[in-house]
C-alpha cells in the first residue's frame, strides 16, 4: 500500500534562516506531489505542484521554493524565512492529475 | 476563479443524531470533488471521492453526493458518534488545482 512521509513534524525557526521540509512516498511511481499551507483560521492553499522529476509549479509567489530531486521526495525550501511564513504545511500525492489526494501528517512551522 | 464555501462553521450535535454538511462551489467545470476529515493539529484524511459522472459515494456511515450543475455536495453522517468530532472539509478538482472550503468542525456530544 502506499504512504506518505513528512518532516519534521515541528520546527520553530528564528527569522532569516534557512527551511527544509521534505516529504516522501512509498508505494508508488511518479505520482503528482503537492505542497499545501494552513494558516490558522484559513483554507488551505496550494504552494507548488509536481508531475514529474524537475517539473516544479509555483501557485503563489514568495520566498519558498520547492524541489522534486527523486521520483517521490518533494522538498519545500526557503533561503529566508519570514514571521508569515509561520503555518501549517502539508504534503499530499495523487496518481494522476484527477485522482483521489493523500496527505501526509503535516509539519507546523513557528517563525520567531 | 472557483470558490468553495462550507456551511454552517461549525455544528454541534448529540450522539446518534444523522447530520448533513454542506459544500457549495461556483464553478461547475470540476474533475471531482473530494470530501476530508482534519483532526486538530494533524494532516487530512480522505473520506469519499466522488468522480464529476458520479452522483454519490458511500462508505460505511458516510454518503456523499454531487450536483455539478447546481454548484452543491452534501455529506451525510448517520448515527453519529463523539469520534466523528473533527473539521470536514470539501475540495473540488479543477484543471490544476484542487479548491478548498475552509471546513465545518463538528463537536458530537456524548
Known amino acids: 500500500s502506499q504512504t506518505i512521509h513528512q518532516w519534521p513534524a515541528t520546527l520553530v525557526q528564528p527569522v532569516g534562516s534557512p527551511l527544509s521540509l521534505e516529504c516522501t512516498v512509498e508505494?508508488?511511481?511518479?505520482?503528482?506531489l503537492y505542497w499545501y499551507r494552513q494558516a490558522a483560521g484559513r483554507g488551505l492553499q496550494l504552494l507548488f505542484y509536481?508531475?514529474?522529476?524537475?517539473?516544479i509549479s509555483s501557485e503563489v509567489p514568495q520566498n519558498l521554493s520547492a524541489s522534486r530531486p527523486q521520483d517521490r521526495q518533494f522538498i519545500l525550501s526557503s533561503k529566508k524565512l519570514l514571521l508569515s511564513d509561520s503555518g501549517f504545511y502539508l504534503c499530499?500525492?495523487?496518481?494522476?492529475?484527477?485522482?483521489?489526494?493523500?496527505f501526509g501528517e503535516g509539519s507546523r512551522l513557528t517563525v520567531l | 476563479k472557483q470558490e468553495v464555501t462550507q456551511i454552517p462553521a461549525a455544528l454541534s450535535v448529540p450522539e446518534g443524531e444523522n447530520l448533513v454538511l454542506n459544500c457549495s462551489f461556483t464553478?461547475?467545470?470540476?474533475?471531482?470533488l473530494q470530501w476530508f476529515r482534519q483532526d486538530p493539529g494533524k494532516g487530512l484524511t480522505s473520506l469519499l471521492l466522488?468522480?464529476?459522472?458520479?452522483r454519490e459515494q458511500t462508505s460505511g456511515r458516510l454518503n456523499a453526493s454531487l450536483d455539478k450543475s447546481s454548484g452543491r455536495s452534501t455529506l451525510y453522517i448517520a448515527a453519529s458518534q463523539p469520534g466523528d468530532s473533527a473539521t470536514y472539509l470539501c475540495?473540488?478538482?479543477?484543471?490544476?488545482?484542487?479548491?478548498f472550503g475552509t471546513g465545518t468542525r463538528l463537536t458530537v456530544i456524548p
Open positions: 508505494g508508488t511511481s511518479n505520482p503528482n
Open positions: 475540495a473540488v478538482k479543477g484543471a490544476n488545482n484542487l479548491f
Open positions: 464553478d461547475s467545470a470540476i474533475y471531482n
Open positions: 466522488i468522480q464529476s459522472s458520479q
Open positions: 509536481s508531475v514529474g522529476i524537475g517539473q
Open positions: 499530499a500525492w495523487s496518481a494522476f492529475a484527477a485522482g483521489e489526494l493523500f
